[in-house]
């Protein structure tokens, strides 16, 4: 089937397609109406090394870096995303999603800290929650292991978190989702209602051999086929087939033709002697 013939199966069944199209229009208004947009801010902080660690460097800590301050910033996101984490950050009230992780292709211990939410003010306050909470829970780690305050590892914010940003994809999968579905319900239906057309129509074949059927069925008052009535009727007259048949047929009809030409015969001969008949002697001579 090329792109014509479902143009014109379309056109043929328009009133099977609209009202699905029409259904499928409506599932998308829903789903807009349904499915609220999200928002999302995000804030990048990064782990320093202690004042202790960065004192051959002149107390820039930017010059020394360590690898144990990436795993530090692992284990800090995996404290973050905890349940436990997530009830202090709700009773500090922060709403929305939280999520924490190291920051994607960094070459140090960056990480970042995302909420989203469908209120755009409480995202962005509980972004700011959730950086504050990030500092608290280094330092709380550093102090259950009874660091020297000027050994500890100090967090500083490189990017404060963000305006948020509306996260329409999702809302947008759903709808292409919804929308392409009715689509191919759509058409499936039209192109079902086709089919179920052109099964019903005869076939052609059959179409031709009904008048065959009936023409050699045979007749109630006659007994006799159609076809044979219609030989009988178109049968040529006798003075044709007695032309086609030859001479053979005409052998019977002879001797009367024979009798009138004699006949017509006779007043010639009179003509012909001009009256003047023979007599008996010179008939019998």
Do not use: C
């Not at 999302?40 to 020394?64: E, H, I, M, R």
């Not at 914010?157 to 996260?167: D, E, G, H, S, Y």
Request: proline share 7%; glycine share 6%.
């Amino acid at each position: 089937m090329d792109l014509a013939e479902i143009f014109r199966v379309m056109r043929r069944r328009w009133y099977v397609l609209l009202p699905g199209l029409l259904l499928a229009a409506g599932l998308m208004v829903a789903v807009a109406v349904v499915v609220p947009i999200t928002y999302q801010s995000q804030s990048t902080v990064v782990l320093l090394n202690s004042q202790k660690a960065t004192v051959a460097y002149d107390g820039n800590p930017f010059l020394s870096t360590q690898t144990s301050l990436t795993g530090m910033a692992d284990s800090l996101a995996r404290n973050l995303n905890s349940d436990g984490s997530v009830r202090e950050l709700k009773s500090r009230g922060a709403k929305g999603t939280f999520e924490a992780k190291l920051a994607d292709n960094a070459q140090g211990p960056l990480m970042w800290l995302t909420v989203t939410g469908t209120d755009k003010a409480a995202v962005l306050k509980s972004d700011r929650v959730l950086t504050e909470y990030a500092k608290e829970r280094l330092d709380q780690f550093q102090k259950e292991q009874s660091v020297a305050p000027k050994a500890m590892i100090r967090m500083q914010t490189v990017v404060p978190p963000q305006n948020p940003v509306a996260q329409t994809k999702t809302r947008l999968e759903y709808m292409i989702m919804v929308g392409g579905l009715g689509l191919v319900l759509s058409m499936t239906t039209a192109f079902y209602a086709e089919a179920r057309k052109r099964s019903r129509k005869p076939e052609p074949e059959a179409r031709g051999t009904e008048p065959e059927k009936e023409r050699t069925a045979p007749s109630r008052s006659t007994g006799r086929s159609v076809v044979e009535e219609t030989l009988a009727i178109r049968r040529p007259p006798s003075w044709s087939r007695s032309a086609e048949n030859g001479p053979a047929a005409a052998e019977p009809k002879a001797p009367q033709h024979v009798m009138a030409v004699t006949s017509a015969a006779e007043p010639l001969d009179e003509e012909s002697t001009h009256g003047h008949r023979p007599r008996t002697g010179q008939r019998d001579r």
